[in-house]
């Protein structure tokens, strides 16, 4: 199973960017998918989740501001930010988890904003 991390970048504060992660090598839906991020010098920490059932949770640092959301015929999950700020600066990881309790991550793709 892999999972492939995409679309990060350099944006302003205010700016917006859409995470893509696209999980291969599975032939079921992975039950819960989320996003995590680590800043420099920082814990990894949760940022949103989503479940086949499409229940999500979402950090309440980013809320009202980000939006996860899965396409399961396409195997992507996305995270769409918006309203983005420097303190948003880390390196955003998807991560898969099945029923199974198997739990998968993809590589990390960078996030910069800056002020």
């Known amino acids: 199973v892999q999972l492939q991390a995409s679309g990060g970048g350099l944006v302003q504060a205010g700016g917006s960017l859409k995470l893509s992660c696209k999980i291969s090598?599975?032939?079921?839906?992975?039950?819960?998918m989320g996003w995590y991020r680590q800043a420099p010098g920082k814990q990894r920490e949760l940022v949103a989740t989503?479940?086949?059932?499409?229940?999500?949770n979402i950090a309440d640092s980013v809320q009202d501001r980000f939006t996860a959301s899965r396409d399961d015929r396409k195997k992507i999950l996305f995270l769409e930010m918006d309203s983005l700020k420097p303190e948003d600066t880390a390196v955003y990881y998807c991560?898969?988890?099945?029923?199974?309790?198997?739990?998968?991550w993809g590589q990390g793709t960078q996030v910069t904003v800056s002020s």
């Open positions: 989503v479940t086949s059932g499409g229940t999500t």
């Open positions: 991560n898969g988890v099945t029923r199974a309790r198997a739990v998968y």
């Open positions: 090598g599975i032939n079921f839906n992975i039950y819960r």
